[in-house]
């Protein structure tokens, strides 16, 4: 029997690096983000109160992503043989959580403000929306130069692209009822503003749940993997294959490999995990290799 593992895992941009661009981008997020409030209920415009909720998440996304690069750091220690790593997945999970939340909140005063549109200060709406823009394409750009390798910080930076859009249509509609007085573009503007919340909901909850849930890398099918396995020379079949992500950029496999009568075991399994590296980019593999039952593995030295 040959039991080996193999290991090769690491980030383009380190901990320090992406955790810097991060505080850098939740600041200028926090100090927009109160004077908007302020701005919004002066000018009683929903979609500038849209933003600056979208605005926060924005900053709580990233203060949990701060958290979670912390955490992912730790060492694996007793019980956590694979440290903290699944922190920063939690932590897109509750981004995306978050989402869900104000899109049911921001559809529902929407839908209000269209039936019953209040009177709303349109240049001020306008204004705002333009130094919004500005702000958040700073800190996307802050965040972009981070590790967006990470599902983490990637969720961050969902948030913040998401509310430039944002700002872009709320922008567009306090141009329109500053010019025309048509009110009701300010909650078609936070309609806007939802849909988009929803379509990133989405993405970061489908991608953090593959992972939660153990499924395989998007892209690496266990039946291809298992074909490519047993394709060896020397394999004769391939049992409890199991392919899943610790976290992002980390894809895992472990397999039970049975070879020929006869066969090199520590051949086959160096072979086999270097052909999951180039095939499917596996670098931590766990392969117990024997010999088909009730016969001799051979075992040669280099």
């Not at 800190?139 to 944002?166: K, T």
Request: with cysteine.
């Amino acid at each position: 029997m040959d039991l080996a593992m193999g290991h090769g895992h690491g980030h383009g941009h380190s901990a320090n690096s992406s955790r810097r661009h991060l505080a850098a981008a939740l600041v200028l997020l926090v100090v927009f983000m109160a004077a908007e409030v302020v701005v919004g209920v002066v000018a009683n415009s929903i979609a500038l109160i849209s933003d600056a909720g979208h605005m926060l998440t924005d900053a709580a996304s990233i203060a949990l992503a701060l958290v979670a690069i912390t955490m992912s750091a730790r060492p694996a220690r007793g019980a956590y043989t694979f440290g903290w790593k699944r922190a920063e997945i939690l932590s897109a999970a509750i981004n995306g959580l978050t989402f869900v939340v104000l899109v049911v909140y921001f559809v529902y005063e929407g839908v209000r403000r269209l039936i019953e549109p209040p009177e709303v200060k349109g240049a001020l709406v306008f204004g705002t929306a333009l130094a919004g823009i500005a702000v958040n394409a700073a800190a996307a750009w802050l965040i972009a130069r981070a590790d967006r390798s990470s599902l983490n910080v990637e969720g961050a930076f969902q948030h913040i692209l998401n509310d430039m859009y944002a700002f872009v249509a709320t922008a567009i509609a306090g141009a329109v009822i500053w010019l025309t007085g048509w009110g009701r573009a300010d909650a078609v503007a936070a309609l806007i503003v939802a849909a988009l919340m929803a379509k990133a909901a989405y993405a970061l909850l489908r991608d953090a749940g593959r992972i939660l849930f153990e499924a395989a890398p998007a892209g690496v099918h266990p039946a291809e993997v298992s074909a490519v396995i047993v394709a060896h020379s020397g394999v004769t079949a391939v049992e409890d294959l199991h392919v899943w992500t610790v976290t992002s950029g980390f894809p895992a496999l472990s397999a039970h490999v049975i070879v020929e009568p006869g066969g090199d075991c520590h051949r086959v399994r160096r072979e086999l995990a270097d052909l999951l590296h180039e095939r499917f980019h596996i670098d931590h593999t766990t392969l117990q290799v024997d010999h088909v039952p009730g016969a001799a593995c051979r075992i040669v030295s280099a």
